[in-house]
């Protein structure tokens, strides 16, 4: 069973090789939707606690929460910021107790604008 969270986060960034205004400082209001997967548990009858799985989430997105994103990851582009996203956020997951484990990340830049990362 899948389960998912949404939540954002804001950063600026560059992207120096962007012909357009993007080479320029700028930020964004970044959405991230998560999806993990996991066994419906016995006792509690859910895959997870949402509030936990949310925890976890806000856990990684500290690390790039308004934070200039060129300081941590070497070219900040959607897809670069959501692999990034998806390394950390599976191996806090790998190392928790929840019972779940990543199955996607979709993260919108802005408004109509998303990558998504599959595990």
Do not use: Q
Request: charged share 30%; proline share 3%.
């Amino acid at each position: 069973m899948k389960l998912g969270v949404s939540t954002d986060f804001s950063a600026a960034h560059s992207l120096p090789r962007h012909p357009g205004k993007c080479k320029n400082l700028h930020g964004h209001t970044y959405k991230v939707e998560v999806v993990v997967e996991g066994e419906k548990k016995e006792d509690t009858e859910c895959v997870a606690d949402f509030s936990e799985v949310k925890a976890l989430i806000e856990e990684v997105l500290e690390l790039v929460d308004h934070k200039y994103l060129n300081e941590i990851i070497s070219y900040p582009t959607s897809e670069n910021i959501a692999l990034f996203l998806r390394e950390k956020l599976a191996k806090k997951l790998k190392d928790s107790n929840l019972g779940v484990a990543l199955r996607s990340i979709k993260l919108w830049e802005g408004e109509g604008k998303w990558v998504l990362v599959e595990s």
